[in-house]
Structures are given as C-alpha cells and as structure tokens.
C-alpha cells in the first residue's frame, strides 16, 4: 500500500491533467509511479519532463533501460525494476540481456563500459576518477553521450527514490530483485 496519496488522474485539472494526458496517451494508462509524484504538479514535470527528454537522447531506448534496470536493482527498486524490465524489451532487448544488465553485465563491450560507468556512478555516489571518464570514451562514448548516461543514472535516481521511499504499488509485470 502507497505511504502517500495516488492522484487520480481523472479528477485533477488544468497542468496537472495536460500531463497526466500525456502519460497515459505514452503508456496506455497512467502508472502508479506518477500518480504518487503527482500530488506535485512540479515534481510530476519535473519526472515527465526528464523522461520525454532523455527518450529523444542519443544513447538509444536500449541502452537507456539497460541502465534503468542496473539502477533499479542497486537501488532495491522493485517498481522501476518491473517497468523497466518491460519498457527494454518493447525497445528490443531480450530477456537474457535484461537479466544481465541488472547484474551490471553485457556481451556488448561498449554497453558493458556504459553499465560500469553507471554503477560507479550510484556506488560512489558520483565520486568518479578522471580514469573513469577515460575508459567510457575509450568505448566509443563521446562527451555528450557520457552526459547522457549521467542523466539516466539521476532519473533514475528519482523515480526509485520516489517508489521506494513512498511504498508505490508495483504495477508491472513482478521481477524479482537480485
């Protein structure tokens, strides 16, 4: 059960209910994890904004639920787990390369460096090394992209802290935390 009120996306109004619309017009339905951020108006922006964002990124929606699923599991976030589990194969991972970015692994050398960076990133509290940043770009990642992973680690960051602090009813497909 929610330790705070889920809105209900059919009673609000004005902003509120534009971005509500516009969850459910991406999802088909307006998730849980929405409805608990929403009883802000700016939180809820602030949450959709970044998604809308970061899906017109250049990493790709693969490797962006990739890393989702790593952060959600380092994280104990069953919620963002669950959803993201699901949002990486409707972008073409298969379930075997789901399972293996939640334990921060890839066969592809180049997801493998951005799977690492991540989980230092969450580790070490973003307490990087400048080797670091040398071994991503050494996979191919340039300066923008390297942004970009730092972006979806943060997002992340928010929506499991936002699940897991307010108790969010999972409503995805159950999968199980490592």
Same mark, same amino acid.
């Given at each position: 059960?929610?330790?705070?009120? +889920? *809105?209900?996306?059919?009673?609000?109004?004005?902003?509120?209910?534009?971005?509500?619309?516009?969850?459910?017009?991406?999802?088909?339905?307006?998730?849980?994890?929405?409805?608990?951020?929403?009883?802000?108006? $700016?939180?809820?922006?602030?949450?959709?904004?970044?998604? &809308?964002?970061?899906?017109?990124?250049?990493? =790709?929606? *693969? +490797?962006?639920?990739?890393?989702?699923?790593?952060?959600?599991?380092?994280? &104990?976030?069953?919620?963002?787990?669950?959803?993201? $589990?699901?949002?990486?194969?409707?972008?073409?991972? $298969?379930?075997?390369?789901?399972?293996?970015?939640?334990?921060?692994?890839?066969?592809?050398?180049?997801?493998?460096?951005?799977?690492?960076?991540?989980? *230092?990133?969450?580790?070490?509290?973003?307490?990087?090394? =400048?080797?670091?940043?040398?071994?991503?770009?050494?996979?191919?990642?340039?300066?923008?992209?390297?942004?970009?992973? +730092?972006?979806?680690?943060? +997002?992340?960051?928010?929506?499991?802290? $936002?699940?897991?602090?307010?108790?969010?009813?999972?409503?995805?497909?159950?999968?199980?935390? &490592?």
């Amino acid at each position: 059960m929610s330790r705070i009120e +889920l *809105k209900n996306p059919e009673t609000t109004t004005g902003e509120h209910a534009e971005i509500f619309k516009a969850i459910n017009n991406t999802f088909g339905t307006v998730p849980n994890m929405f409805k608990a951020i929403g009883n802000s108006s $700016t939180a809820l922006e602030s949450m959709w904004t970044s998604f &809308r964002a970061l899906g017109k990124g250049k990493l =790709g929606a *693969k +490797l962006g639920e990739q890393i989702a699923v790593l952060v959600a599991d380092l994280n &104990r976030c069953e919620y963002c787990l669950a959803a993201h $589990t699901l949002l990486g194969k409707n972008a073409g991972a $298969t379930e075997e390369e789901m399972i293996a970015a939640q334990a921060g692994e890839s066969s592809d050398p180049r997801t493998q460096a951005a799977l690492s960076f991540a989980r *230092k990133l969450v580790m070490q509290k973003a307490a990087i090394q =400048g080797s670091d940043i040398e071994n991503i770009k050494n996979a191919g990642f340039d300066d923008e992209r390297i942004a970009e992973i +730092l972006a979806h680690v943060a +997002l992340n960051i928010f929506t499991n802290y $936002t699940n897991v602090a307010f108790g969010v009813p999972v409503d995805f497909p159950k999968v199980s935390l &490592r």
